[in-house]
């Protein structure tokens, strides 16, 4: 049976000493609260309903699944009575506003505990993931009077929300939707259309749940400047409670690879009541910040995989007895030694490690960017914002590609026993697929990536990160312990910017070699990117060994995981580079027509 | 609804005009039956079994799976009926001696029908395909008499067979076996123990199965020299029929990430009459060849997903519609191109194209070696013998660890779709997710090439192979349609020896190091073997081209495809060569107890 531990030390690690958290909380206005010991006590409570009422209900929400039956939803054993818990621990109002019942804490508090939820039980942490969109989407398009009236409940916990985009012939492309909105005469507006893959659209854990539907208006322009957002209630508001039910039902649910706990529901809006929030025909630029905020808890998704896999690989690979070490029996009194001698073994559980630990020094990182845009100076703001638009992509494709890899190790440490359920690992695989799908694939970041944030800023974008990198860089050119470092660093951040020249001047002639390049250039960038970070954690490892720490064995193992990552994954770069520049005729010369006879 | 059309051109293609098979079937004693017109008629019979029989119960294999009840197991709707039809074509005894029924035809025509039945349901393939494996190892192995009571009821398809090696705490390491074989007064044998990963131990699907069975005798040495080979049938033979129920039946069946359609037992042999094949603890050599066959037979799995993956995703590729080309709609009457206008979902349909076509051409060269393993001279066989135990672990690590690639990309280009059961991409992933894991998981090939066949022949085995592949670019070395492919294939050619002298250097000095460079070594020797057969293929198609060949759009595609090969896939060779070189110590460094904290 698998197990999650909240590794809070490595938590901690990242947060206090690699991202001074103290320094970065006392800087921001409105994060008073946001003490030490506030916080550990926090993480603590957290990790406890992570370990031991999420993380038992992980198997059991594979195996059970949802259950449809006449447009109600019937979530797995146990599900319910979670969710009803981590109501009562206020967990809802973390990190939301206090003049709607929020604790006003900083988002970065709620991204550690949405690590720990989402790691210890992924389809469950959908339901509470989903309503955080819709409250942030809330809080920041929406009326006082809709804020009262929707805001405050979803803060409390007691109705959860969705966010309903996708329809079947459209889910990248927004543009193509058809779900109708006609005005009223009362100012609200009839919803009508379907609505696909709507996770949490319907389930039996709350009193009431709050779509946020994206339709047209009957004279909105095609495309995508024609799309405004609405509030589609399930029940209508009523006093305290709720009233008469709107003409919004779940048609089915999907039967799907993985997170079979979560409810992924086709949605019917039949001339369902709805209220327009934000300007009208400007429904996409108030999604942008919910897109954002999923992007980045979709990296977390790949992060959550990558520690699952490692921390219920390590285990197996310490007990499982087979075969004997090539250089002499290291368990000689059994029968055979145990499998994490065999460096191939090790090579699968060192790249989860440094997967996970790097991914989440990456995510933290973001979310103190995104405390920054929410509550920094104008200027600290927009270059916090501007930082966070060239990571996002990043984070969100590279940490779900690596985060699934991580898992399909977790299986193969395993053997045969990997492919058989009652263990575990093949779910994690199954649930770990979705994440690159969904919240744009990766092949959507990575344009937005090249294209849009790189190309589109003429380099200024990945400017404004490699100086971070080259600052960093500079500063530890002199200290040798970190030269093993640093001498890659440097000479990948400089070719970083070259090939991103390279490809740009390609692009003028041919806009197709930005899609031929992106991908690549978005892994390379992925690659470099954690190598930063992994370098930092050495300096961070380093300096508390100078110091004699009583925790030796800790940062000596960060500093051989950065070794590692160094020496086996930041070569993957080598391949990236030279892939971007073979050039889009090698992909666009074949006819369509041509490709099977 | 998923589909799968037999690539009949592209079989013809390897077999008849890159492979030259008349000649090859010319050359080898006993093969005078095989004639392009027969092998032709029998290969279009089988694609029409695979299209219309099995291809439509593939997803019902997986929806269904197998029921298990008080020790028997009902396989999915239409999976008997579909065995039945399978036998009465005649198709069990294809490749086998006619002096048992078989129709003496040489294995390489086995392995075409064999990837059009995996191809087009692998679950339902493995019942035939452990048959076989129990076959060739009778036929081997077995007394006159043996082969005279089993051999032909297998032969003729009436009975099934299994292969029983795996017990719970043994997998890989089969020296640590425990089931018992007590000599009984006449000759017999009384197993006991338990096996686990039975495929096809039991089913509804014939009137017996023969085991065949790894067990110890009483005063055996320890290890992998104590271990003899048994049959052990479900029922004992009985005239032309069967009599009384043996002592082995099946405890359970496991639930597992895919192949949810062939059943995997537990079985249970309770002092069940078994008789020795071959002599007293010889049993693993006598396995060799089972293991070495199922080997290819896994690495054709990997082809078949590669090749379901590719022929499902390209429809949707082109139906699609979803965003427009970067360089402007290429479907301007229609609300959005289809999606195979991107680049990137070219990328991915080209990389299963590439994977299964030059899959294809690997195995089936393998094929003809086994040929002539079997029938060549005695100097030709062991030429042949050296070359395929090379090329084996490559073939079965290297071929199924890029059909598990290409059947997430299949995935993948399905967007959120590809997630969804319904449309079957999930299935190919979890029914390829087994192939990296049985038959020895890529880290066990890995071993296998570096250690066993590479560095302990001093480099000889690899010579046999890079001598064939320089012979080949030096014939090309003045052909300037082939320069682009020669000349990368000279280097890599080269390279691959410096490096694995390197290798053997450090391995001389810690043993580590074999296991540390191994899989990088292994999926190395892979992008170069295939590079090599897309240059034999694209040398092919300029022949045809320059010939003025009717069929100017698939010699072109094929010459296309080797460019992509070679610019997109062959790189990752890069990333590969430079991490095998980075040493063992990154990964033996740390202490097991402090992976995690």
């Known amino acids: 049976m698998p197990e999650y531990k909240a590794p809070l030390r490595e938590i901690q690690f990242v947060m206090n000493e690699v991202l001074e958290s103290e320094k970065h909380y006392a800087s921001l206005p409105g994060c008073e609260d946001a003490t030490p010991d506030m916080i550990s006590a926090i993480i603590e409570e957290g990790a406890k309903f992570a370990e031991r009422v999420l993380a038992p209900l992980n198997q059991i929400g594979d195996q059970e699944g949802c259950l449809f039956n006449e447009g109600e939803v019937k979530t797995p054993t146990g599900f319910k009575e979670a969710y009803q818990q981590y109501v009562d621990g206020g967990w809802p109002s973390l990190s939301h506003d206090p003049a709607h019942g929020g604790q006003g804490l900083p988002e970065s508090i709620g991204t550690i505990i949405s690590e720990m939820v989402g790691t210890a039980n992924w389809s469950w942490s959908m339901y509470p993931g989903l309503s955080h969109g819709a409250m942030n989407t809330l809080s920041e398009h929406g009326t006082d009077e809709q804020k009262e009236t929707y805001l405050t409940?979803?803060?409390?916990?007691?109705?959860?929300?969705?966010?309903?985009?996708?329809?079947?012939?459209?889910?990248?492309?927004?543009?193509?939707?058809?779900?109708?909105?006609?005005?009223?005469?009362?100012?609200?507006?009839?919803?009508?259309?379907?609505?696909?893959?709507?996770?949490?659209?319907?389930?039996?854990?709350?009193?009431?749940?709050?779509?946020?539907?994206?339709?047209?208006?009957?004279?909105?322009?095609?495309?995508?400047?024609?799309?405004?957002?609405?509030?589609?209630p399930k029940f209508m508001p009523e006093g305290e409670g709720v009233g008469a039910r709107n003409g919004v039902a779940c048609g089915s649910i999907e039967h799907k690879m993985g997170i079979h706990g979560n409810a992924t529901c086709v949605m019917n809006f039949d001339a369902a009541s709805g209220y327009l929030i934000g300007p009208p025909n400007k429904g996409l630029n108030c999604m942008f910040t919910f897109m954002n905020t999923a992007r980045l808890g979709t990296a977390l998704q790949g992060l959550a995989h990558a520690e699952w896999?490692?921390?219920?690989?390590?285990?197996?690979?310490?007990?499982?007895?087979?075969?004997?070490?090539?250089?002499?029996?290291?368990?000689?009194?059994?029968?055979?030694?145990?499998?994490?001698?065999?460096?191939?073994?090790?090579?699968?559980?060192?790249?989860?490690?440094?997967?996970?630990?790097?991914?989440?020094?990456?995510?933290?990182?973001?979310?103190?960017?995104?405390?920054?845009?929410?509550?920094?100076?104008?200027?600290?703001?927009?270059?916090?914002?501007?930082?966070?638009?060239?990571?996002?992509?990043?984070?969100?494709?590279?940490l779900t590609?690596?985060?699934?890899?991580?898992?399909?190790?977790?299986?193969?440490?395993?053997?045969?026993?990997?492919?058989?359920?009652?263990?575990?690992?093949?779910?994690?695989?199954?649930?770990?697929?979705?994440?690159?799908?969904?919240?744009?694939?990766?092949?959507?970041?990575?344009?937005?990536?090249?294209?849009?944030?790189?190309?589109?800023?003429?380099?200024?974008?990945?400017?404004?990160?490699?100086?971070?990198?080259?600052?960093?860089?500079?500063?530890?050119?002199?200290?040798?312990?970190?030269?093993p470092f640093v001498k890659p660093l440097i000479g990948l951040n400089k070719e970083w910017g070259e090939l991103t020249m390279t490809l740009g001047m390609k692009a003028m002639q041919d806009r197709e070699e930005v899609g031929a390049a992106a991908v690549d250039y978005l892994m390379y960038s992925g690659y470099v990117t954690l190598a930063y970070f992994w370098a930092r954690m050495a300096q961070q490892a380093q300096i508390a060994l100078d110091e004699g720490s009583a925790e030796e064995a800790f940062y000596k193992a960060k500093l051989s995981t950065a070794r590692f990552y160094f020496a086996r994954l930041l070569p993957r770069t080598r391949a990236h580079a030279e892939i971007m520049q073979s050039g889009a005729a090698n992909l666009m010369e074949l006819d369509p027509e041509n490709f099977i006879f």
């Open 153 to 232: 409940k979803l803060v409390s916990g007691e109705w959860t929300g969705t966010m309903c985009l996708t329809e079947s012939h459209c889910g990248t492309d927004l543009g193509l939707l058809r779900t109708k909105a006609e005005p009223q005469t009362d100012g609200s507006y009839k919803i009508s259309g379907t609505k696909i893959f709507i996770s949490a659209g319907e389930h039996d854990m709350a009193d009431n749940i709050i779509h946020i539907v994206l339709a047209r208006l009957p004279d909105a322009p095609a495309g995508t400047k024609g799309i405004s957002l609405f509030i589609v």
């Open 401 to 483: 590609e690596t985060g699934l890899e991580s898992a399909n190790h977790g299986v193969q440490v395993y053997g045969g026993h990997g492919f058989i359920a009652e263990w575990g690992m093949e779910q994690n695989v199954r649930d770990a697929r979705i994440s690159t799908l969904y919240e744009g694939t990766t092949q959507i970041q990575a344009l937005d990536l090249l294209g849009r944030k790189v190309l589109m800023s003429q380099g200024e974008s990945l400017k404004g990160f490699t100086k971070i990198v080259h600052k960093f860089c500079k500063e530890n050119a002199d200290n040798d312990a970190m030269k």
């Open 309 to 398: 896999a490692f921390q219920n690989s390590l285990p197996y690979a310490k007990d499982r007895l087979q075969m004997r070490s090539l250089t002499g029996a290291k368990n000689a009194e059994g029968p055979a030694d145990p499998i994490i001698v065999h460096p191939a073994v090790r090579n699968m559980l060192l790249t989860q490690k440094a997967f996970s630990e790097g991914g989440r020094a990456l995510i933290y990182f973001c979310a103190q960017l995104a405390d920054k845009v929410k509550l920094a100076s104008a200027e600290e703001k927009t270059e916090a914002d501007a930082l966070l638009a060239f990571l996002t992509p990043i984070a969100k494709a590279f």
